[in-house]
């Protein structure tokens, strides 16, 4: 809905070519510096200092590339989480005050982060070929497929290529946030207690949790598959586990506290 400037590539004709890790990192540094510019990112360095300590605390167990993640709070009422290749993490105001403690964030946080760690928006690019949009985005922006290209200005949206995943994969970027809080000494029951939240929120008031169901695909099938995940752990290694912190309900107070978001722009 934000983003209108992001410049992607059009071919006619261009077979795919393959992205590296770093060919994805450096791809997705530039469409960040580009959601960042429309994005109403919050600049609140307190905020900001507590989230990149949680996504940190969960992301250094999870990914072994040496990708330096990065997290950002948007000032938006609605609820949503995305992630841009390369480690860039995007969560909604709107998502953290509906959440209830700190296990439920940092679940969406190892979600977002196994998106990056399986490259799900990369696999999405290379099988773009057809549509000739993800993939020769990728390799217009960073000269990886040779000449012959011609570019052209197409609108993108956060909840569009980096967010619309097949329900494999989020079955699988599940499983992988699951693994990951564990790793981190975090409560995965986060992870489905976050999921009732927002399917009680569709009944009540379906307006205010749209556009993440627009995204993520989402049902109580998906619910009972993270409990059982979650059940196929180890009682052992469960118990003890951190479900929240009075540096969590700070946190989240100070969020509620911020400025009213900007209302959205008109559409074009």
Not at 53 to 58: V, W, Y
Not at 68 to 79: C, K, W
């Amino acid at each position: 809905r934000y983003i209108t400037g992001a410049i992607v590539a059009l071919s006619v004709g261009l077979s795919a070519c393959s992205i590296s890790p770093q060919q994805e990192i450096e791809m997705g540094a530039q469409y960040a510096t580009e959601l960042n510019k429309q994005l109403p990112i919050v600049e609140d360095a307190e905020i900001n200092r507590y989230l990149t300590l949680l996504g940190d605390s969960i992301a250094r167990l999870a990914d072994q590339r040496g990708i330096t993640y990065r997290f950002f709070l948007v000032n938006s009422q609605e609820v949503n989480a995305f992630a841009v290749p390369g480690g860039f993490i995007y969560v909604n105001r709107g998502l953290i005050e509906r959440t209830t403690n700190m296990a439920q964030l940092a679940g969406v946080l190892g979600h977002e982060i196994g998106h990056v760690t399986m490259r799900h928006s990369v696999e999405r690019m290379q099988k773009a070929q057809g549509a000739n949009i993800g993939v020769i985005a990728a390799c217009t922006l960073l000269r990886a497929c040779g000449t012959g290209l011609e570019q052209a200005a197409i609108d993108i949206v956060a909840s569009g290529v980096f967010a619309k995943f097949s329900r494999d994969d989020e079955r699988e970027a599940d499983r992988e946030g699951v693994k990951y809080v564990i790793r981190s000494g975090i409560d995965p029951m986060g992870v489905p207690e976050m999921f009732r939240i927002l399917l009680d929120e569709r009944q009540s008031r379906p307006v205010g949790v749209e556009t993440w169901f627009l995204s993520h695909p989402l049902a109580e099938d998906r619910v009972k598959e993270t409990e059982k995940m979650i059940a196929g752990y180890d009682p052992g290694i469960l118990v003890g586990l951190t479900k929240d912190s009075p540096n969590y309900q700070s946190f989240k107070r100070r969020v509620a506290s911020l400025p009213a978001p900007p209302p959205p722009p008109a559409p074009r």
